[in-house]
């Protein structure tokens, strides 16, 4: 089992930064891919980012590009989001994710829920206009 806790958010004005931060315990989170989804009020959860077991491939929502940014620390168990620029619209509950041991991740897959087996409780962010 792996146990997720997002941490980090807050109300933010438009245009400001947050930093997002998901510690993981239990079985080791460094051959997972770790992804972060967000929900907001009345829609369905959607894929933001998502970053393979390495780091070295990373995945993003069109809407995220260029302003956010993950990345992850295996030695500390944590994976990071690091938001600039914030929009109203980026007002969601965040949830961090990691999929099972070595599970072959790609375009194909990784922006499904289906693909992530564990999931934290999430982190209220909400952006004021």
């Known amino acids: 089992q792996v146990q997720l806790v997002e941490s980090g958010g807050g109300l933010v004005q438009a245009g400001g930064s947050l930093r997002l931060s998901c510690a993981a315990s239990g079985r080791t989170i460094s051959s997972r891919t770790l992804g972060w989804f967000r929900q907001a009020p009345g829609k369905e959860r959607e894929f933001v980012v998502a970053?393979?077991?390495?780091?070295?491939?990373?995945y993003y929502a069109d809407s995220v590009k260029g302003r956010f940014t993950i990345s992850r620390d295996n030695a500390k168990s944590t994976v990071y989001l690091q938001m600039n620029s914030l929009k109203p619209e980026d007002t969601a509950v965040y949830y961090c994710a990691a999929s099972t041991n070595f599970r072959t991740v790609s375009t194909n897959n990784v922006y499904s829920t289906a693909t992530y087996d564990y999931w934290g409780q999430g982190t209220q962010v909400t952006v004021s206009s």
């Open positions: 970053i393979g077991r390495s780091g070295g491939s990373t």
